[in-house]
């Protein structure tokens, strides 16, 4: 067998270097197989497959409509400890296009965040553990149906994940391509910020392009909102709070109608935060200004404001623990205990707002790679054994055996 080309410390790493082909291997499977939220028939059947063959003592599917969640006891339950380790199965309604043997064989999907990887993470953890049993307490493996945009964390938990396991901390993690293989990042607080969608319904009075002047056109209206809404996180928003107020996309009209003013505009965008204050704001902030613009020009405005995804913060104690875990298998040097948060969002938040916990960032590439919802974005399959060790030894460090 090849030696892998990353290295890290450790009898974990060592042990679960030793299958590190099969890891790639299964890996790739799921990339050529790429499913949608709540669709992840393929990729759950395999992923309960493969925990039946790592020996794990029970296999629960069905959790949260595609979860599977894996149960694994170790040599003793004597301190009655349980840990949740999470990773994401979803892929994205993108097409790839890269060439490789294990592209997407879906024609509009693609696993263009490394779900795969995660998948693949997390069962090579699962095989370590199921084999060797080196801890004291129970190890809850939670393979999550989806994470984009489909809130499948939340849907897990209102099916009952943490009741029917109530895990004491809980983990997850997420490749990071801007970020060497070999470097973990974790934040004693903030990692990914809230989601928010916006739409703005904007009413006029339609009619004729050359008798403009018997209208009340919605276009201006929503092109001064969203000069105005710019100003929201500029002029409200506390310097060093964090906020983006984005407008993307807009429809009214119709391109081949060059003479018609229409009678309506939509608009639509999200706004990211990372407090609740500061989220508050925005969202009245919007709604007084947009309405204030309408109601100048003669229009309506309707605002309608969804939180989708809230703010991802670690819990300190549970991100220091997990950053001195990281340090025992890659050195100090290669651990990044102050990560810069990210103005994404990420549903592993709604765990970690009824369980103690943390979510790192693990690197898996570096200057000139792909990042992240890429159409020719890969998993970097060089990692896969390092974020198995990291889950793995994130269950031994919690759940330690008197004699380990």
Request: charge should be negative.
């Amino acid at each position: 067998m090849l030696a892998p080309r990353l290295k890290a410390n450790g009898r974990v790493f060592a042990q679960i270097a030793e299958f590190h082909p099969e890891l790639t291997a299964f890996r790739r499977d799921l990339h050529a197989h790429p499913e949608l939220g709540f669709e992840e028939v393929y990729t759950a059947g395999r992923v309960a497959e493969a925990l039946r063959v790592c020996g794990v003592d029970e296999i629960h599917t069905g959790i949260g409509k595609t979860g599977v969640v894996a149960v694994i006891r170790g040599k003793k339950n004597t301190s009655g400890r349980m840990i949740g380790l999470r990773a994401d199965m979803d892929a994205l309604p993108m097409s790839e296009l890269n060439d490789f043997a294990w592209k997407s064989g879906k024609q509009g999907l693609m696993h263009g965040c490394g779900h795969d990887g995660h998948t693949t993470m997390l069962m090579g953890a699962a095989r370590y553990l199921a084999q060797t049993r080196n801890f004291d307490g129970t190890a809850i493996m939670i393979f999550q149906p989806g994470e984009e945009g489909f809130a499948g964390a939340r849907v897990m938990i209102e099916d009952g994940l943490f009741d029917r396991f109530p895990v004491q901390s809980v983990y997850g993690m997420h490749n990071w391509p801007s970020m060497r293989p070999g470097m973990v990042g974790v934040n004693p607080g903030p990692m990914m910020a809230a989601a928010d969608r916006i739409t703005i319904e904007v009413t006029g009075k339609g009619g004729h392009g050359a008798h403009a002047y018997l209208t009340v056109d919605p276009v201006v209206v929503s092109a001064h909102i969203i000069t105005a809404v710019q100003s929201i996180v500029s002029r409200n928003v506390r310097p060093i709070d964090s906020a983006v107020v984005s407008l993307c996309a807009m429809q009214a009209g119709d391109l081949g109608a060059m003479s018609v003013i229409p009678g309506k505009a939509t608009l639509v965008g999200t706004v990211r935060t990372f407090s609740p204050d500061t989220q508050d704001l925005v969202e009245r902030r919007l709604s007084e200004l947009c309405g204030a613009i309408a109601l100048g020009f003669g229009a309506t405005a309707a605002v309608k404001y969804e939180r989708i995804y809230p703010a991802t913060i670690n819990t300190p104690a549970e991100a220091a623990f997990a950053a001195y875990v990281a340090e025992s298998l890659v050195g100090a040097e290669h651990v990044v205990r102050d990560m810069e948060p990210s103005m994404g969002a990420e549903d592993f938040s709604f765990m970690l707002q009824v369980k103690p916990g943390a979510y790192l960032r693990i690197g898996q590439g570096g200057e000139g790679s792909c990042f992240l919802h890429n159409s020719r974005y890969d998993f970097n399959d060089d990692i896969l054994p390092l974020g198995a060790a990291l889950h793995a030894s994130l269950a031994e460090r919690t759940m330690p055996l008197e004699s380990v």
